[in-house]
């Protein structure tokens, strides 16, 4: 059966002793062989793979694109232009990306620019500010995105801590100083491994899509272990540029069973704090496997382009397997997965899912 329960994790329940146990060395083993297999590239600025850029595969396009909004929006970064970044012990511990919430209502986006660059050069964002062509922030919230990280570091300063949390004071033509709360992305929080005594297997790997975008990889670690067992590692999507977070996620298994109990419920109700979200899990698909069923042998030794994400399959095929095997009674029915944001191969003979 599986454990298909809601739970609540708050972080004071979480043990973070192997976190903080495992030192950036260790991490970097366990991780960067993994992260290349999966084809995730968003790892510059990580303290503990300063230098280790150049050698992470970087062929798979657009990622981060439309991160935030359509307005194009290009900051200099100094992750990848600095000299520094190669090699150097980088102190950078934040997205340059700060979400501020609970503004007052008629501050408008040059008074917010005015609150804030005190700090460092900032842009302010919002979801769809570019097609709104509102002055103003529709939900009270924004995002600034300072062009140093050390922008970050001196506001984060700057904030009174309560609960967890963290304020500081802004003004608005008609309310002053009122008290808003700063959200940072802390680097170190997208990355997060349970058990080190385990190979993290990227064929028992889930993407986790809809996470939103407050939650750590420790805690989609914990709530994921608990519904189902077996986690080794959680990690969060975060875009090359601002390095945060993208709503997506992955966790590895360390286990069949564990991976299937996740890839069979199908969705998964987050619980945590405020957030309470039902999120979507399927299996992280690969795009540089053989076929399992020929291990290249019908098809001329090209990587499989298709990956079946049914329990009574969870192989990849080439276009041949995949009709073979599919032909058989039960199994007509079966939808090929395909890897998130890949090109997706032509002429082949059924929908896709
Ligand atoms: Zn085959
Ligand atoms: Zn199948």
Known sequence: MYRTNFVQVHPCEVPRAEYTNLDNESKRLILVPYLQALKIRDLQGKPFFSGLDEHLNDDD????????????????????????????????????????????????????????????????????????????????????????????????????????????????????????????????????????????????????????????????AMIMDRLYGGVCYAGIDTDPELKYPKGAGRVAFSNQQSYIAAISARFVQLQHGDIDKRVEVKPYVLDDQMCDECHGQRCGGKFAPFFCANVTCLQYYCEQCWSLIHAREGREYHKPLVKEGADRPRAVPFRWC
């Open 61 to 220: 396009g657009n990622g981060g694109g439309g991160f935030i909004g359509n307005n194009q929006l290009q900051l200099n970064s100094p992750a990848r232009s600095s000299p520094h970044s190669n090699g150097s012990e980088t102190t950078e511990r934040f997205s340059r990306k700060v979400f501020v919430g609970g503004l007052p209502p008629d501050i408008d986006e040059e008074e917010i620019t005015t609150s804030f660059n005190q700090y460092g050069e900032l842009i302010v964002d919002w979801p769809h500010k570019a097609e709104s062509k509102s002055y103003f922030p529709p939900k009270g919230y924004a995002f600034l995105l300072f062009q140093e990280e050390r922008g970050v570091q001196k506001l984060i300063e700057t904030c009174v801590p309560d609960d967890d949390k963290l304020y500081i004071t802004v003004s608005s033509p008609t309310i002053k100083n009122k008290a808003v709360q700063i959200r940072p992305w802390r680097l170190a929080d997208a990355d997060y491994v349970l058990d080190a005594s385990m190979p993290l297997d990227p064929r028992k790997t889930v993407f986790v899509g809809g996470v939103p975008r407050p939650l750590k990889a420790f805690e989609l």
